[in-house]
């Protein structure tokens, strides 16, 4: 008879709980709940007393949290296996718990009696001790299993374990699957399901999902042909947003960790500086820039502090196209360029006495973004925005950016009557929106709503001093579209209602006449 598989429930919320237990009859798909807890330690105290085969375990949790927990079960009991319960926005701490060893994981939205029973089987299969009562033959690992624990550098499987023979006839090469851009969990969860990749043209041995990438161990010797490569290409058409990484060859199965640990690293780190090869070859990778170049830090700044700036960006704009294509450095090295300089010019240019309110508001976007970006490309994009501000920022204490700025304001006095925003003049002028917001602030003491309101006022309490036109048609001709809210600006601005203005002016004027 089959032996039940002990499982422990453990979630917060009750209603969770109790739906989980009602999904089917356990015992007759050969489980058993043996408890259920609301938290990480009451968890604890239930594994020690009720010894589960698999704990199912909430990630966000009051006294210990899922993460927590994870780490504790398999400090202290590492025979049990773990399956995640989460929500879509926390597949982050997921994939956290991924590296402490859990088994699987299931999205709560999606929680459903056929996915939760086909998880439920497949870690059950892991358990050694389950698996020999269940069936003597499952003694023998699938080699998927046996690949998985190679590639995790576990002792030589044994010749009893079938080994090494089990494995069709090397030489091998792997293949990795990686997102290369952001996705959403459901996307996430689909290609994590997909365990069983195939490549028509080429036999997939197996494959196995490793820290959140795909890897298939694929029967390639010497150089991938050209019609391998159009079948790579073309395995990769359906899977948008990910990169296909290829080792270089191996003789022995037992060589696969050695090279998944020398060669991926290297070629997820070309493909941060190549996100438009989705196709890395690791014997046919580009040549990287040779050309030993140094960025002198201090060279540069003096060229700033003596305002030599298009000589300065030039050299710095130099450097940071040889970066991108110096494949060889490490995306976390480049990322760090970026950030180190973005810090330097903010400083610089505060001592400089220029106007860096704007940049020091900004510069932890600026931050984040450059290290969350997933390739060069976008890296480089953040620091060349930061870039431009800072050139309009300059160009506002030189002659050409004050007549600029002149232009402007003689823009809005030639357009107030017409629908206008702060985007608009930016675009118009080819500055950006937030410097420009900014300036408007520093040197008019006001921002630019405030100053279009102000000429706006103006100009209407010139209609009111000299014409008759009623004050329905007035608050239109200078460029208000709402009658009301232009008596509400007016009075604000001038202390009085136009009405009251007007009148006041009007006897005014007789009084001089």
Not at 195 to 218: H, M, N, P, Y
Not at 261 to 273: G, N
Not at 410 to 434: G, K, M, T, V
Request: proline share 4%.
């Amino acid at each position: 008879m089959k032996e039940l598989c002990n499982v422990l429930i453990v979630d917060d919320e009750k209603l969770i709980r109790q739906g989980i237990i009602n999904f089917f009859d356990w015992e007759k798909e050969g489980f058993q709940i043996v408890g259920e807890a609301a938290n990480g330690k009451e968890a604890l105290e239930l594994i020690s007393k009720n010894e589960p085969h698999i704990v199912m375990t909430d990630i966000v949790m009051p006294v210990m949290d899922g993460i927590d927990l994870v780490k504790r079960v398999k400090r202290d009991f590492p025979e049990v296996e773990i399956i995640v319960l989460s929500s879509f926005e926390e597949f982050e701490y997921v994939r956290s718990t991924f590296h402490s060893g859990v088994a699987d994981y299931i999205l709560k939205p999606r929680l459903n009696e056929k996915d939760l029973l086909k998880t439920l089987s497949e870690v059950r299969g892991k358990i050694p001790a389950l698996a020999k009562v269940d069936s003597p033959s499952r003694a023998v690992s699938s080699i998927s299993d046996q690949f998985e624990k190679i590639l995790n550098g576990h002792a030589p499987l044994s010749q009893d374990d079938t080994g090494e023979g089990r494995f069709p006839k090397g030489p091998y090469r792997l293949a990795v699957i990686t997102p290369i851009e952001e996705q959403d969990v459901h996307r996430r969860k689909q290609r994590l399901d997909e365990r069983e990749q195939t490549i028509t043209g080429i036999d997939v041995v197996c494959s196995i999902e490793k820290e959140g990438d795909a890897v298939l161990l694929l029967p390639l010797e010497g150089d991938v042909s050209s019609s391998m490569k159009q079948a790579l290409d073309d395995f990769l058409k359906g899977r948008d947003g990910h990169a296909l990484l290829v080792s270089s060859p191996f003789s022995s199965i037992y060589g696969a960790k050695e090279v998944y640990e020398r060669d991926i690293p290297l070629l997820k780190q070309y493909s941060f500086y190549l996100p438009d090869t989705p196709l890395l070859i690791y014997d046919e990778l580009p040549k990287t820039n040779e050309g030993v170049k140094t960025f002198d830090l201090n060279h540069f700044i003096e060229l700033c502090k003596g305002r030599k700036f298009v000589i300065g960006f030039q050299y710095l704009l130099d450097y940071v196209e040889y970066m991108s294509t110096r494949y060889t450095q490490s995306s976390t090295e480049c990322k760090a360029f970026l950030g180190n300089i973005i810090f330097n010019m903010i400083v610089l240019m505060g001592n400089l006495k220029y106007d860096v309110k704007e940049l020091e508001r900004e510069k932890y976007h600026y931050f984040a973004t450059i290290n969350a970006a997933k390739n060069v490309r976008e890296a480089t994009d953040c620091f060349y925005q930061f870039l431009e501000v800072t050139k309009q920022i300059i160009s506002v204490y030189s002659n050409e950016g004050s007549s600029n700025i002149q232009k402007m304001l003689a823009y809005i006095e030639e357009h107030h009557s017409e629908p206008l925003s702060l985007s608009q003049l930016a675009n118009y002028f080819h500055f950006n929106p937030s410097y420009l917001s900014a300036y408007f602030r520093q040197h008019h003491d006001e921002g630019f709503s405030e100053y279009l309101n102000k000429v706006r006022i103006r100009k209407a309490q010139e209609w009111l001093k000299s014409s008759t036109i009623p004050i329905s048609e007035i608050y239109a001709l200078v460029g208000y579209s709402d009658h009301s809210y232009f008596c509400k600006v007016f009075k604000k601005r001038t202390g009085m209602p136009p009405s009251r203005y007007r009148r006041e002016n009007a006897e005014h004027h007789e009084t001089h006449h």
